[in-house]
């Protein structure tokens, strides 16, 4: 386990003051802030657990003293200031550190991890000789929930046909297919029935790996068996169960990826996590890929993001089909729901009407199934663990989405029963 010298602090400590609350109280010239965030650095990569951790700690615990005593001039009446010394004396203390000895250098090399992205990213961007670090990786976001709606790597929200089998991604180091079927005769929405996601085989880190789920089939290892990829130590690839058949998630430390994949109701959904220069890494060859490209024009259900209600028409003749042909196939649905009960149902969930509240009216309608609400809901719940800017986790149906004027509704009632009776 690293060390996190914050945390290793007792409550109300110098450094949950002076990280955060530095700039509101001290001079221009004090310089107590940059002492602090050199020791953070110093020893954020140390584990307590190893030989040697505590010679090293004091000598960080050193560096940060003298970092602190040669800005004391500056400092004077900065209550940041004497806290951190109080701190530092407080650690040496329990630390059995000496006054005297050597100190750590202000900018350490840290060790290597050659199979965790993270440390990889972080010394290909350190500026040589500054120990200064350029910004973070960029990482992107695609998922896949319901009749299905797909939110792209570019944030663009659609709801597509895409019946069968087709690839959400396919890069040099990743790749994730799905496969859709019909939900509700009568309709072009689809659901998700399985995925199946290839770890490529990348270096000394991992050999290829699979991970697929089907229907009432949500594995909590690879389909060799495995739960891990790579040695046990390095921990690499890793399969962690969160809720047994219902929520499972993928971690490739090694590429910086992780993969979520939920069964609620009959249906599974997915979310995924990854560096967008990886994600970027694919020829020509690889150019059909869902989450990078989008859904063709061709299999779009929703016009240009803007996502029509079936209403009641469509639920009310699928009921009528399966009264004069009993043996078709049905969906699996508990009611009928007007416009009114599927937002009422929604909202018990989504608060916000984004436009993941708006396709959970859309899956309700259609297909009358409640368990499209949770779908919803979990694959907000996604977006706000795994996509890396939270002033876009909600995104809102353009204008013109969802016009509830009674004229409008006709419209789209007429034309949906017309491709309905049309494929009778």
Same mark, same amino acid.
């Given at each position: !386990? ?8 007792? =409550? ?30 110093? $020893? ?9 951790? %505590? ?44 006054? %005297? ?14 199979? +965790? ?8 961007? &350190?500026?040589?000789?500054?120990? #200064?670090?350029?910004? /973070? ?14 939110? &792209? ?5 659609? &709801?597509?046909?895409?019946?069968? @089998? ?5 890069? +040099? ?15 072009? @929405? $689809? ?15 991992? %050999?290829?790996?699979?991970?697929? #789920? ?11 068996? &495995? ?6 130590? !390095? ?33 599974? $959904?997915?979310?995924? /996590? !990854? ?53 078709? @196939? ?63 986790? =909600? ?6 989405? =969802?016009?509830?004027?009674?004229? #409008? ?9 017309? #491709? ?5």
């Amino acid at each position: !386990m690293t060390v996190d010298p914050i945390a290793r602090l007792p =409550h109300n400590s110098v450094f949950e003051t002076g990280v955060s609350g530095a700039s509101q109280v001290q001079t221009p010239q004090c310089r107590i802030q940059k002492c602090t965030t050199d020791f953070v650095s110093l $020893t954020s990569h140390l584990n307590p657990s190893l030989d040697g951790f %505590d010679g090293e700690f004091c000598k960080a615990l050193r560096a940060y003293s003298g970092c602190t005593h040669r800005t004391s001039k500056s400092c004077r009446g900065n209550l940041v200031f004497h806290s951190a010394m109080l701190g530092i004396s407080d650690l040496m203390s329990q630390r059995n550190c000496s006054k %005297d000895g050597p100190t750590s250098s202000t900018h350490p090399v840290a060790p290597i991890e050659p199979c +965790n992205y993270h440390s990889r990213y972080q010394h290909q961007a &350190t500026l040589p000789g500054t120990g #200064a670090e350029l910004p /973070r990786p960029n990482y992107l976001f695609c998922g896949l929930f319901g009749d299905p709606h797909l939110r &792209t790597f570019k944030d663009q929200f659609q &709801t597509c046909k895409v019946e069968g @089998a087709w690839p959400l991604i396919d890069n +040099n180091y990743l790749s994730v297919q799905v496969t859709n079927v019909p939900v509700v005769q009568g309709s072009s @929405a $689809t659901a998700t029935n399985k995925i199946t996601i290839i770890f490529k085989p990348y270096q000394e880190c991992t %050999d290829q790996k699979v991970y697929q #789920a089907v229907t009432d089939d949500l594995p909590a290892a690879f389909v060799d068996g &495995t739960v891990i990829g790579g040695s046990s130590e !390095m921990r690499s690839l890793l399969v962690l169960e969160k809720s047994p058949g219902r929520h499972v998630e993928v971690h490739a430390a090694y590429i910086g990826v992780t993969v979520v994949v939920r069964q609620l109701g009959r249906y599974l $959904t997915l979310a995924v /996590r !990854m560096p967008e220069e990886l994600a970027m890494a694919f020829d020509e060859t690889q150019d059909l890929q869902l989450c990078m490209n989008g859904c063709p024009s061709s299999e779009r259900i929703d016009q240009e993001g803007r996502l029509q209600l079936p209403v009641l028409g469509l639920q009310q003749q699928q009921q009528q089909q399966q009264q004069v042909r009993p043996g078709r @196939a049905t969906s699996q649905r508990g009611s009928t729901f007007s416009l009114e009960s599927a937002s009422s149902k929604c909202r018990e969930q989504l608060e916000v009407k984004d436009i993941y509240f708006h396709s959970c009216v859309f899956d309700l309608l259609t297909t009358g199934d409640a368990n499209f609400t949770s779908a919803a809901y979990n694959a907000l719940k996604d977006v706000e663990m795994l996509h890396p800017k939270r002033e876009h986790w =909600h995104l809102f149906p353009r204008s013109g989405a =969802h016009r509830s004027s009674g004229a #409008a509704i006709s419209t789209v009632l007429l034309c949906l029963l017309t #491709a309905v009776l049309s494929q009778l």
